[in-house]
């Protein structure tokens, strides 16, 4: 059995007396998207980082792909591939182009660079100074320097930070494709959106801890109560509806004219209530169907919003 | 055809990779005006003007002594005026930490860095010789002990480049090395003759690796003495500190 891609057991990291990580504790299958997602300052680029061999723990067990960060950093440092949170991290006098074939020429299989470029969609930029390059370009060269090696490993630290919204949907795709072909991910992230997006797994961590972990799914319903609003012309007999709807659920018109169903929201009671409309002759309109968030979840656990 | 990124991990060989990083390394000099400026352009014109009698007064034919001091220059601005500055900011802009997480090993990055000074070593000093030769140049002495004496020069300031570089701040290192520049070439025999000095700070500026290295460069091309001792010395000496220092103290981060 292979080792998991990485596993970190109460680790624990202080920045003199401030505590950044305080006995967190996680696990990333191989082949496995996992999203780290937490506010700033709770620890995410501190975790990655000791992973990625940056930093020493100052106490907890880490092992990236079975081994030590750091005593067999040799024997990791071609199977890992890296995206530093502070951008490119790398010669701004040279070409992007030329940056990325000298990384390319670190690996023994590297991948086509200039398809690569494409890919990011960089080819226009090839021949452009690294430091000319915007935000947005430098993390997707970044992503590119992060790849050109073939890994089967990356940790990406805000991948898509700083990147307009095209950009971002054109990597959160690429992320998705290094999944499907078998890459395991760490990546962190602020976004909600993308951790829902994207991630296998979702870690939520709040000042330097773990606060939930689990599939967005189960993160998003465990105990989760969403809702059903609907707009209708105003007194309807709703106990007919109240008895088709499943046990837990609950209908109600808090206003005249305005519905709403509580409970479980599942594919199910959508339909058991659409098929009550049509029944009824009723026509719901503004029908909105409002599942728990991860938004939601992140401030019931900590009681803050996640963007700050 | 779409990529795919089916891992396929494993590292180049060694020659590649620093074939590739020395290309970078040499190519980004040169594209590095400033660089240019210190390792290139300034050695030449000094070459001029220290060749008109200026300053003082020298015996003899005055491009026979301006030779010898500007090789001992080109090497002190390539090997640790340039290596310390351009070395300061890659790790202040942390591409030093990002090639830490590559497959490049840090002995193949140093080995590129000091193959990169060499090879602009080679282009100053063709360059300086062309041009003394033009000015009327009449070179004596050992071509090898000369190449090693720059070589010892080159790891020694080299050495004490990288010293500067991975224990100060970027900021402080460019002021550092621009400054310990103009100092070493005033009072550390380059442009100046030590013996212009009293005897006493004669004495002691013979220590420094300038005035050693410029001092060796005279005794073999002014002069046509055969092994320079006690200027070889004092650059082993030199390197034999500088070297392990730097590889004691250097923070990547
Ligand atoms: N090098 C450092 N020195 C001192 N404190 C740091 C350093 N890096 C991070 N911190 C602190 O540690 C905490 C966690 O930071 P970080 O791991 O960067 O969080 P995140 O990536 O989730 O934003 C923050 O309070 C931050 O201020
Ligand atoms: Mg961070």
């Keep these: ?81 890296v995206m530093l949170q502070e951008g490119v991290g790398a010669y701004t006098g040279a070409r992007t182009s030329e940056l990325l074939r000298l990384f390319a020429s670190y690996a023994a299989n590297p991948l086509d660079t200039d398809e690569l470029l494409a890919r990011v969609g960089l080819q226009d930029s090839a021949r452009q100074q690294v430091r000319r390059l915007s935000g947005g370009q430098k993390q997707r060269l970044s992503l ?79 105990g989760a109560e969403g809702q059903i609003r609907f707009r209708a012309a105003a007194g309807l007999r709703l106990d007919s509806l109240q008895v088709a709807l499943p046990v837990g659920a609950q209908a109600s018109e808090p206003q005249r004219g305005q519905y709403l169903v509580v409970g479980e929201i599942n594919p199910q009671l959508l339909a058991t209530l659409t098929a009550w409309c049509a029944a009824q002759g009723v026509l719901a309109e503004q029908l909105s169907v409002e599942r728990r968030s991860l938004e939601d979840v992140f401030l019931e656990l900590t009681g803050r919003q996640l963007r700050t | 055809m779409t990529t795919t990124y089916v891992p396929a991990p494993a590292a180049s060989s060694t020659g590649r990779m620093l074939a590739a990083q020395t290309r970078m390394e040499l190519r980004l000099l040169f594209r590095n005006g400033e660089q240019v400026g210190l390792t290139l352009i300034i050695p030449l014109l000094l070459e001029f003007f220290f060749n008109l009698p200026l300053l003082y007064s020298l015996n003899g034919r005055r491009i026979d002594f301006v030779v010898p001091s500007i090789l001992a220059l080109a090497v002190m601005s390539a090997a640790f005026t340039g290596l310390a500055i351009g070395t300061g900011f890659e790790r202040k802009y942390a591409v030093l930490k990002r090639l830490g997480a590559t497959a490049l090993p840090r002995s193949v990055l140093l080995w590129a860095k000091t193959l990169a000074v060499l090879g602009l070593e080679v282009i100053q000093t063709l360059l300086i010789c062309l041009f003394a030769v033009v000015l009327g140049w009449h070179p004596h002495g ?33 002021a550092a090395a621009n400054l310990l520049w103009l100092v070493l070439l005033f009072c550390g025999g380059i442009a100046i003759p030590l013996d212009k000095y009293p005897h006493g700070v004669h004495q002691v500026l013979q220590f420094l690796p300038s005035a050693a290295m410029s001092d060796g460069l005279h005794r073999v091309l002014q002069h046509g003495a055969q092994l320079p001792v006690a200027p070889l010395i004092t650059l082993v000496l030199w390197a034999a500190v500088a070297l392990p220092a730097a590889t004691r103290w250097f923070r990547w981060e």
């Design chain 1, 1 to 81: 059995m292979d080792a998991a891609a990485v596993q970190v057991d109460n680790l624990v990291k202080s920045y003199g007396a401030h505590p950044a990580v305080r006995g967190l504790s996680l696990r990333v299958e191989r082949g496995e998207l996992l999203a780290l997602l937490g506010p700033n300052g709770a620890g995410k680029t501190t975790t990655i980082e000791i992973c990625e061999g940056f930093r020493r723990a100052d106490s907890g067990q880490v092992r990236v792909l079975g081994l030590d960060p750091i005593a067999d950093a040799r024997a990791l440092r071609p199977r890992v591939g």
């Design chain 2, 142 to 174: 050992d071509p090898v002990t000369v190449v090693l004496l720059m070589a010892l020069g080159t790891i020694a300031f080299g050495g004490l480049g990288l010293l500067v570089a991975g224990t100060l701040r970027a900021e402080v290192t460019l």
């Design chain 1, 144 to 222: 590119a320097l992060a790849l050109v090696g073939r890994p089967e490993l990356v940790f990406l630290d805000e991948p898509t930070a700083g990147m307009d919204p095209h950009a971002r949907r054109a990597t959160w795709d690429l992320i998705r494709e290094l999944r499907r072909d078998g890459v395991s991910v760490v990546l962190t992230t602020h976004h909600l959106d993308e951790a829902e997006q994207l991630a296998d797994r979702v870690t939520v961590v709040d000042s330097g801890q773990v606060v939930a972990a689990g599939t967005p799914a189960e993160l998003t319903s465990s």
